[in-house]
Structures are given as C-alpha cells and as structure tokens.
C-alpha cells in the first residue's frame, strides 16, 4: 500500500489525474475502473481539462464503474449513470458504449450481476479501479460484513449510508434513497490491477485509520486492500489525522523517495 497525503483535495486530486494521463498515454485501451460519490468530482473536472487540453485521447479507453442504486432509471439525477455523463463522459471523447454501470433495473438481478463480472473478465480486467470510500470503510457498495472475496452482487444499504447519500444527493429525502444497490464485490476490486482511493475530510479519518492501521477486517471493507498488489491511497491531511504520527512521518518520507512524487506538477 503506499499513502499518499496531499496539502488538499485539489493536489490529490489532480496527481491522481496525471496519473491516469500517464497510463492512457502508455495503454490508449486502458480499461479504468469508476467512481462516483462527492470525492471524485474534483477528480473527472481535472481529467476533463486534460482531454480539453488535448493531452487525454479517452476514445479507446473502456471503464466499468463500481455501483448502481437497484431501482433508479438511468435518467433519475441521482443514478450513477447520470452521474458519470454529467460529471465526466459528455465531456470526453469517450464511447459511450464502451462505458458500463451496472443494471439497476435488471429484471433477473442475479445474472445481471454474473453478467457485468463476466463483462470485466472479458475486457481484460481493470486496470485502474478508482475508489472513494464510505465513512463506515465501505467501498462500492460493500457494506461492514460483506465477504472480502464477494463479486457483483445486490447489497442492502445500513441507514448510515443512505443518510450520508440523502445529504449530498437527494435534497436530504432519506425515502427517496433506494435500499439495495448492485455493486462490484471487495473481491472484484481486488482483482484490479493498481486499486487508488481518495479520502478527504475529517469525516473519513476513522475509516482511514482502520483501513491503513487497522487489522483486515470485513468490518472495514477498504482494510481488504492491504491485501492488494497495488493499492495507493491519495488522501489529504484531515482524512489522515488518525493516523498515528510516526505512520504519518514514514508515509511522508517514502513519498519523497517514491516515482509517484514527478505527478505533483504533472
Ligand atoms: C457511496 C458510493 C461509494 C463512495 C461513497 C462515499 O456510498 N457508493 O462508492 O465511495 O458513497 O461518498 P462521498 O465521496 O460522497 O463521500
């Protein structure tokens, strides 16, 4: 795992993108792995002035995205779907048909979910698998409890969640927020082949601590990727605060050493 910790969402932000600019240079069929949720958006406004900049060709890049809410049209404002074309898709030259979220509407859930992981594995896998991460630790939609080796599947969502999705999504309409979502499993994301989570606030500090410093746990779902071959977490120093200060000192200092620092002014 390395750590990361940026002056401010904005760094991280843009680091992450320069990254991805880096890779799609290197592989224009990147297959990129999505996320949606309020930390990303910084991410997708960066790589969106990249493509403007005519430094991102995303024509042949594929992405599957990690969730979708179990019941919203792809044209409620709140769906996934939705978002990914507002924040990012309308404004790139990706193909639209090589994006995918999974079908919230399936009539036959179960292989709707078996079919999207088949879809991965099809692609080739992912390559990178952008990650935000809930303030209980989940990632995706994978709530505390689930498996650490779970696939595409139904998930019901705790009242914490939907409370934390009703606040920045729904006009705080708690009702209005589905119950069940399809989302990637942990095991999923750990197949990817570089995993990065950004994570800003202090509200994602406990979640941090016990993803990084914590034992694996499927009470944290996130602590699933100290198991991963490559997991970088590009965080900012308040969603770094619980993170005991000689960690913080040994994360700093392997970051100055670390390839990763030629992307702060990439
Ligand atoms: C939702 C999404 C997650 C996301 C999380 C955090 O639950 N399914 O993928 O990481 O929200 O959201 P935010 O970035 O808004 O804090």
């Given at each position: 795992?390395?750590?990361?910790?940026?002056?401010?969402?904005?760094?991280?932000?843009?680091?992450?993108a320069?990254?991805?600019?880096?890779?799609?240079?290197?592989?224009p069929?990147?297959?990129?792995?999505?996320?949606?949720?309020?930390?990303?958006i910084?991410?997708?406004?960066?790589?969106?002035?990249?493509?403007?900049?005519g430094?991102?060709?995303?024509?042949?890049?594929?992405?599957?995205?990690?969730?979708?809410?179990?019941?919203?049209?792809?044209?409620?404002?709140?769906?996934?779907?939705?978002?990914m074309?507002?924040?990012?898709?309308?404004?790139?030259?990706?193909?639209?048909?090589?994006?995918?979220?999974p079908?919230?509407?399936?009539?036959?859930?179960?292989a709707?979910?078996?079919?999207?992981?088949?879809?991965?594995?099809?692609?080739g896998?992912?390559?990178?698998q952008?990650?935000?991460?809930?303030?209980?630790?989940?990632?995706?939609?994978?709530?505390?409890?689930?498996?650490?080796?779970?696939?595409?599947?139904?998930?019901t969502l705790?009242?914490?969640?939907?409370?934390?999705?009703?606040?920045?999504?729904?006009?705080?309409?708690?009702?209005?927020?589905?119950?069940?979502?399809?989302?990637?499993?942990?095991?999923?994301v750990?197949?990817?082949?570089?995993?990065?989570?950004?994570?800003?606030?202090?509200?994602?500090?406990?979640?941090?601590?016990?993803?990084?410093?914590?034992?694996?746990?499927?009470?944290?779902?996130?602590?699933?990727?100290?198991?991963?071959?490559?997991?970088?977490?590009?965080?900012?120093?308040?969603?770094?605060?619980m993170?005991?200060?000689?960690n913080?000192?040994?994360?700093?200092?392997?970051?100055?050493?670390?390839?990763?620092?030629?992307?702060e002014?990439?």
């Open positions: 795992m390395q750590i990361v910790i940026c002056k401010d969402a904005d760094q991280a932000s843009k680091m992450v320069a990254y991805i600019e880096r890779a799609i240079k290197a592989k069929a990147t297959v990129l792995g999505l996320a949606t949720g309020s930390t990303p910084r991410l997708y406004k960066d790589l969106i002035r990249r493509y403007k900049e430094r991102i060709d995303f024509s042949k890049v594929h992405s599957w995205n990690l969730d979708e809410y179990i019941g919203l049209e792809p044209t409620h404002p709140a769906s996934y779907r939705y978002f074309n507002e924040q990012l898709f309308d404004h790139v030259n990706i193909d639209k048909a090589n994006t995918h979220v079908d919230g509407l399936a009539k036959d859930v179960e709707a979910a078996q079919a999207y992981e088949d879809g991965i594995k099809a692609d896998g992912i390559d990178i952008i990650l935000g991460i809930g303030s209980d630790g989940h990632i995706g939609f994978n709530e505390p409890a689930t498996s650490l080796v779970s696939r595409t599947h139904v998930q705790m009242l914490g969640t939907r409370q934390d999705n009703a606040r920045l999504f729904f006009d705080g309409k708690l009702d209005e927020v589905p119950t069940r979502a399809m989302t990637m499993g942990t095991g999923t750990l197949d990817s082949r570089t995993a990065i989570l950004l994570a800003f606030g202090k509200g994602k500090a406990p979640a941090i601590a016990g993803a990084v410093e914590g034992a694996i746990s499927h009470m944290n779902q996130a602590s699933a990727l100290q198991m991963h071959r490559d997991a970088k977490f590009f965080i900012d120093e308040d969603a770094a605060s993170l005991t200060p000689k913080i000192d040994f994360f700093k200092a392997v970051y100055a050493d670390s390839d990763l620092k030629a992307l002014n990439a």
